[in-house]
Each structure stands twice: as C-alpha cells, then as structure tokens.
C-alpha cells in the first residue's frame, strides 16, 4: 500500500532554534499533502494545506511566518518551525491522499523545545 | 464553526462487539472518515462513508446518517490489538480533504 515517510520521528531543540520535518510519499506522488498538529489527548488539528509548486494555505491562528511549508516535488513536503519554543512541542503528523477517498499519514514527529 | 464530538473513552471486552458514535455538525459535507490511531503513532485510514448506509468491511463495519448527522464505527470480535484512540473525521470542504477531526475514543479492550 501506499506510505508517506515522515522524518525525523523525534527531535529535541533549544528554545530559538529551527527544526525542520520531512514529509514524503515513497510510491506516489502528491500534489497535496496536509500539516497537523496534535497535543497529547487532543484531536489532530489541521495546521495547513500544503500544495506542490505553490504557497501553502493556513489554518486561522496558524503563523504562517512560524511555520514554514515547501513543497518543492510531487513527493516531499516540508515543515519547518523557526524559533521554536516549549509551547510549539507537540506532535506534527503530515497526510497525502494516496487514491481514492483515502489519506495516507506519516508516522508523526514528536517535537520537544527546551 | 465546526463540531465533532464522540465519547472520550469506552471499555468493551474481548471477543465482544463495540460501537462508537460520532455526531458532527459542519459547514459543509463531503464525507466522514474513521481512523483508528494507537499511542504515539499516526493514525491509519479505516472508513470512508458519504451516502448514507452501512459499510463494512471485515470486522468494521461504519454506518452514516446525514439527515442525523451522525455516523458510528462497529467493531465486531474484539480483539487486544483494537485497544486504541478511534478517530472520526469530517471533510466539510469541497472534497479537498482539509478533515476536521473529533477528540477521538480511546477504546481499550480487556481480558
């Protein structure tokens, strides 16, 4: 079946720093992959929609500045959190739909911000 | 606004059968999804519906009413390895796939 690789599946950062996840989709491509975040006993919330060749579309309340979308290829998007701080630790998981009526997510990154 | 709710936590034995219900009210209606997500991992795609009716599928089976707006995920044959968060999503958009997702059920399975 189809898999959406996710990388790097941890990651521990100081406050201020930068920390960027990769979201791919090995044996399709993707035109659309989506951004989420998910708090621990919370629901996954969409953070944006993020489409191949174009700026990505953000939830409201999402910074767009803070949180940085590439999607350069049909295969790899990226996230990346600039000056992360502890209230950004959290769990960002990245979807692509893989056929019809499906989405395929990736494993998750658990980040933590000193 | 959007508003999934679904019951935060449920209990059901193995080798029995157990149904979560998922009542959401949207803007828009382009299909509702069930995922089952175990702890620390990203959840896995287990249901689609858009018309109403039953779907099954093995031992899941789904249901939909639109007109109720609400929908339920049955499990059948519990087993330990169905202990886990149940998530019911709603693609209120065009069919664009920007879900909005419930809290999720955490379901635990016992001996």
């Known amino acids: 079946g189809a898999v959406v690789s996710q990388h790097p599946s941890w990651v521990i950062c100081k406050s201020g720093t930068s920390v960027k996840i990769e979201c791919r989709s090995l044996?399709?491509?993707?035109?659309?992959m989506f951004w989420y975040r998910q708090f621990p006993k919370q629901s996954l919330m969409l953070m944006a929609t993020s489409n191949e060749g174009s700026k990505a579309t953000y939830e409201q309340g999402v910074e767009k500045d803070k949180f940085l979308i590439n999607h350069a290829s049909l295969t790899l998007s990226t996230l990346t959190v600039t000056s992360a701080h502890p209230e950004d630790s959290s769990f960002y998981i990245c979807?692509?739909?893989?056929?019809?009526?499906?989405?395929?997510f990736g494993a998750g990154s658990r980040l933590t911000v000193l | 606004g959007q508003n999934i709710d679904q019951p935060t936590e449920m209990t059901a034995t193995e080798g029995a059968i157990v149904q979560i219900n998922c009542t959401y009210q949207?803007?828009?209606?382009?299909?509702l999804f069930w995922y089952q997500q175990h702890a620390g991992e990203a959840p896995t795609f287990l249901s689609y519906?858009?018309?109403?009716g039953l779907e099954e599928k093995g031992r899941f089976s789904s249901f939909l009413s639109r007109s109720k707006g609400y929908s339920y995920l049955l499990l059948k044959e519990l087993q330990m390895k169905d202990s886990a968060s149940y998530l019911c999503a709603v693609d209120s958009g065009a069919g664009s796939y920007q879900l909005t997702f419930g809290k999720g059920t955490k379901l635990s399975v016992i001996p």
């Open positions: 044996d399709f491509q993707a035109t659309t």
């Open positions: 979807s692509a739909k893989s056929g019809a009526n499906v989405l395929t």
């Open positions: 519906n858009v018309l109403d």
């Open positions: 949207t803007s828009g209606f382009n299909g």
